[in-house]
């Protein structure tokens, strides 16, 4: 056998129990044909020398919203921790866009202004063009208006909108903050409505994200992304980007299944994957997978399901997504969706929502008599004991981004909401898979960095990115499990255990190689921030190098292979 590919001179990773370490790694075709000592290699048509280097499976993002990426035409407001930062980066933008009819900003945190919501009036003498601002927060479960957006959608005192619920005050004016953003936003008339209403969600803006977030993602060692949230309308978007050979790394879109959806729409989501499936490329680079449900909102703004009282708002639990019969009507959904074959991804924060998530995919198995759906529940935030066994009991995973637990980004609005008698019930990575559940990480983009590193570096320390406020200690995961959990078990929730997530004969040719040794760095987890991805094979394509290892093989990628001289969009938002 003459091998395609060798790769040398690194430490191999593999997660394979017959052989957990080795010296090379060789491919033929798009397929993983030998794995042992260098001395033992077949003979290669191409030899990359990796010595130094780091290797491991490819990381398998199992939440990662491709459509949320940058936009070259709207505000970051990442690391803006304050209201006079976020007025100052809104209007030096305005200034310098006049050519926009609306000034749209991004990443927005819950804490901006202490001890209360934003309001439009904190909008207030940022554009002398008087244009209306909209403004949405880090995780696109809420957005922030200015009096002009009010008025240009007409709900300042009176009126809906079908991608959002307005707040108002007791006098009935809305204050400038609405709340299910996300949630409504991707249902048939939610998307028209906000496509009509705010160009930032143009088709042809969200294709410019999609092409942004997957560059990155193949740069930063990710080898197979899972777009979490589809709507039908734009799945066209992802067929585009397959035509054009956008697609660097491997995608599976979860279609997106609103709350009120009827059985019409389910055999509509059930005619796309059905045809998808009789059209799939050769290559394996897109196909549909679950469907993504809420079983709640977030508990940020206080709309998660709690099943007892937030901390600082007594009498408040949040609520269900599914408002009928107390949220059960949840469980009549997955048990039907299971019977058709679905697997679900149902978003949940709340240990309320948790556990109505969790009594549906139960209930589910019971009545249809099915087995290994392998159906998931993505953030799960805030978990209560009794619950943590069920994942395992339930093979239900855990689809979970270690960035979220980190004080940077929850302190001051989440850890007040659930109260510091609630804090050990925070994020538990480590109690779950000692439990043996499947715990799929991910870096749910743009709510969170995309880079894996600083999902490791999250996991070891749940702390801040510069290092302050660790707290939970406790759930605390190393490297060596951090990366189970983004291949072995990011593998495992999508079916592909047989495919993807370990280096091994027969395997797909999904590979990255690191720039240093991330194990070198157990006792100093802030190192992992330093390191990149050198080298990234998709399918036995190379389809990302720094230069130095490897230039891509042209014709292998298509006609927009992924260059890059160093860690350019790793670990910061910036454009």
């Known amino acids: ?73 709207a505000v970051s407001l990442e690391g803006a921790r304050t209201l006079p930062e976020v007025r100052r980066r809104i209007a030096e933008f ?60 007409g709900i300042t005192t009176g009126g809906d909108i079908a991608w959002g619920r307005p707040e108002r005050d007791a006098g009935g004016q809305a204050t400038g903050w609405i709340t299910d953003f996300y949630t409504s936003a991707m249902t048939v008339a939610g998307l028209a409505a906000l496509q009509r209403d705010i ?5 042809d803006r969200r294709y410019r994200k999609l092409r942004g977030s997957m560059r990155m993602a193949t740069a930063l060692g990710i080898t197979t992304v899972v777009e979490p949230q589809v709507p039908l309308a734009e799945l066209p978007l992802f067929e585009r980007a397959l035509a054009e050979g956008v697609l660097t790394s491997r995608v599976i879109a979860a279609l997106f299944h609103p709350v009120g959806a009827d059985a019409a ?39 998660a399901l709690m099943l ?7 009498g408040l639990r949040g609520r269900p997504s599914y408002a009928a019969d107390g949220g059960r009507e949840l469980v009549g959904i997955v048990s039907e969706l299971d019977r058709m074959g679905f697997q679900t991804h149902t978003h949940a924060t709340g240990d309320g929502g948790i556990r109505l998530a969790l009594d549906a995919i139960e209930h589910a198995a019971r009545v249809n008599g099915t087995s290994d759906r392998r159906h998931g529940i993505v953030h799960v935030e805030c978990l209560h004991p009794d619950d943590l066994p069920r994942f395992a009991a339930l093979d239900v995973t855990a689809a979970m981004q270690p960035r979220h637990c980190s004080p940077d980004l929850v302190g001051g609005t989440w850890m007040e909401n659930v109260g510091e008698g609630r804090w050990d019930r925070a994020w ?16 749910d983009w743009q709510v969170g960095e995309m880079d894996p590193l ?33 291949t072995v078990h990011g593998a495992r929730a999508w079916h592909l255990e047989n495919a993807r997530g370990r280096i091994a004969p027969g395997m ?28 990234t094979v998709v399918g036995g394509r190379v389809v990302h190098s720094t230069g130095a290892i490897a230039e891509p093989v042209g014709d292998a990628v298509g006609e927009d292979p992924v260059r890059e001289g160093g860690r350019s969009g790793a670990h910061v938002h910036a454009h």
């Open 428 to 443: 538990r990575f480590r109690s779950l898979l000692e439990s043996g559940a499947t715990v799929a990480f991910s870096s």
């Open 308 to 314: 007892d009282d937030y901390a600082n708002r007594p």
């Open 94 to 153: 305005a200034r310098r866009r006049p050519d926009l009819d609306w000034i749209c900003a991004e990443n927005a945190v819950y804490s901006i202004v202490p001890d209360r919501r934003p309001n439009a009036a904190d909008l207030d003498g940022l554009d002398p063009l008087g244009r209306p601002i909209f403004v949405t927060t880090y995780d696109q479960h809420s957005v922030w208006l200015n009096r002009q957006a009010l008025s240009a959608l």
């Open 454 to 486: 600083v999902g490791l570096y999250s996991a070891a320390t749940r702390a801040g990115l510069d290092g302050s406020d660790a707290w939970t200690t406790a759930e605390r995961v190393g490297p060596d499990r951090a990366l189970e959990a983004y």
């Open 508 to 535: 797909d040719a999904d590979i990255v190689a690191w720039s240093g040794d991330l194990y070198a760095h157990a006792h100093d987890p802030a190192a992992l921030l330093g390191e990149h991805a050198a080298l």
């Open 1 to 73: 056998m003459t091998l395609d590919l060798l790769i040398t001179g690194a430490r191999v990773r593999t997660f394979d129990h017959a052989r957990p370490w080795a010296e090379a790694v060789g491919i033929a075709r798009d397929r993983i044909a030998y794995v042992g000592s260098l001395a033992d290699a077949p003979a290669a048509r191409r030899t990359i020398d990796a010595t130094g280097r780091f290797v491991t499976p490819g990381i398998i993002d199992s939440h990662n919203h491709l459509l949320l990426g940058f936009d070259d035409d």
């Open 199 to 203: 160009p930032m969600y143009s088709p």
């Open 265 to 303: 729409f389910r055999s509509s989501l059930r005619t796309a994957v059905d045809d998808a499936a009789r059209r799939a490329d050769d290559a394996g680079l897109l196909r549909l997978g679950p469907l993504k449900l809420y079983a709640d909102d977030v508990i940020e703004p206080h709309t």
